[in-house]
């Protein structure tokens, strides 16, 4: 594999082609910064094809990033298709705006192809003028001529051709096997850098093995070797290439990577800062993701917490506790006390209030099956022991159902969040 050499933002000059059939854009700097706006916000580097009919854009790799159409059949104006590094499309709607807001704490929707746990949102997939575009985008760009351009713009106009739907589905089994598995479930806190992160794992499966859970592996935990890790970060910086440049979050897998030796944690992270190169990223700020296990996590020294919040991230950290009440814990097959998940709770409190880099937040179930101790125990936790709101600490509420939204779980939720001392939102599982 080559050396991959990133350039400075300021060497991608913004070049403009425009006929009376189509327009392109190359090099186009959007948002350097992740913001939560009520308008379709675009990121980093990227480049943009307009025709009559549609808009497309693509990555510094020239690998088609988003789309949309100009028809009149299309859903909403404001409203966009993603393609993931994954392959995945997701749909983002703007669902009201202040309604998803509210639920997801971002203003836009994302309606994923897969079966999943979300309680808004249709069925845009079946949309004939988006299932048009998920199928058939390659074509419409096979049929843009390819003479009759000054020289960037037939060269780009050649190179996006070159990134088929086939080569683009293989990247993306490349992708999984770097790490040896696919991103099953993306921490929720990753809705901050829309998703867009570098996975590296630097341990496998989790502690637990919940009977509820349908998003994890039936792995035992294991931490990976540093041979391991280093040979993922070099696949991964080749992989991204040019690409590189637009990110700026790291989500250290697997499940419960809190549960890996703390050194081990601390000189990934650094490595991995040092290799991708997040200083030379065209967005501001760093953010790394982990998930943690009620264990992993109160057995995790101040030491860790101290070192991570002086490094160059802003670090967050997903706990699932499912539930405060006991009955509920072993209906689930989640195999903590009340007391842990109480000591547990008080602990991200006061990591919250002690460190401004971290954020410590935390997951508990939801479904009309429940008993109603399990709600009254976790109102205990997010409102009656915490005497003024918080700003930090995120409380997820997830649905146990995939693929079944309920009107009952939804009010459930707005009631809970309405109480709520803490910014309480949605987890809309996704996969990478």
């Known amino acids: 594999m080559g050396i991959v050499e990133l350039m400075d933002a300021a060497n991608y000059k913004m070049q403009t082609f425009k006929t009376d059939d189509l327009s392109i854009e190359l090099n186009c700097h959007g948002n350097t910064e992740y913001t939560k706006v009520s308008y379709p916000v675009k990121y980093g580097l990227f480049s943009r094809l307009e025709t009559n009919n549609y808009i497309f854009e693509f990555n510094l790799n020239h690998e088609i990033r988003h789309a949309k159409s100009k028809k009149k059949a299309w859903i909403h104006p404001s409203e966009w298709l993603k393609r993931t590094l994954g392959n995945d499309w997701v749909y983002y709607s703007t669902g009201g705006y202040s309604g998803v807001y509210e639920a997801l704490g971002e203003y836009y929707l994302p309606n994923l192809m897969y079966p999943t746990n979300s309680l808004l949102g249709g069925k845009p997939f079946k ?47 490349t992708l999984f096997d770097i790490s040896g598995s696919r991103v099953t479930v993306m921490p929720p806190d990753a809705r901050h850098v829309d998703y867009n992160i570098i996975p590296l794992n630097i341990s496998d499966g989790c502690l637990y093995k919940c009977q509820f859970c349908k998003v994890k592996n039936k792995k035992k935990f294991s931490v990976r070797s540093e041979q391991d890790i280093d040979h993922q970060i070099k696949q991964l910086k080749q992989l991204y290439g040019k690409d590189l440049i637009n990110f700026n979050a790291l989500f250290l897998g697997e499940h419960d990577a809190l549960n890996a030796p703390c050194e081990l944690i601390l000189k990934t992270v650094q490595k991995a800062y040092d290799a991708f190169e997040f200083q030379a990223s065209v967005m501001k700020k760093n953010y790394l993701f982990m998930f943690g296990s009620a ?55 006061a990591v919250n209030d002690t460190f401004p880099n971290i954020e410590i937040t935390c997951n508990f179930v939801m479904d009309e099956t429940l008993p109603d101790s399990h709600y009254e125990a976790v109102m205990t936790l997010i409102r009656e022991n915490v005497n003024r709101t918080k700003p930090k600490g995120c409380v997820y509420l997830s649905p146990l159902k995939f693929g079944s939204p309920s009107r009952q779980v939804l009010y459930d939720f707005y009631k809970l969040k309405s109480l709520s001392r803490f910014p309480t939102f949605l987890y809309i599982i996704q996969r990478l």
């Open 295 to 349: 264990d992993s996590f109160l057995t995790a020294d101040k030491t860790l917490f101290e070192t991570l919040n002086r490094m160059p991230f802003q670090t967050f950290i997903n706990i699932g506790l499912e539930s405060y009440d006991q009955a509920t814990l072993d209906l689930l097959g989640k195999p903590l006390t009340r007391k842990q998940v109480e000591h547990a709770f008080q602990k991200i409190r």
């Open 127 to 173: 949309e004939n003028e988006i299932d048009q575009i998920v199928r058939n985008w390659h074509q419409i760009i096979a049929q843009l001529p390819g003479t009759g351009f000054p020289d960037p713009v037939s060269r780009w106009i050649w190179a996006i051709k070159q990134q088929t739907p086939e080569g683009l589905h293989k990247k993306a089994q």
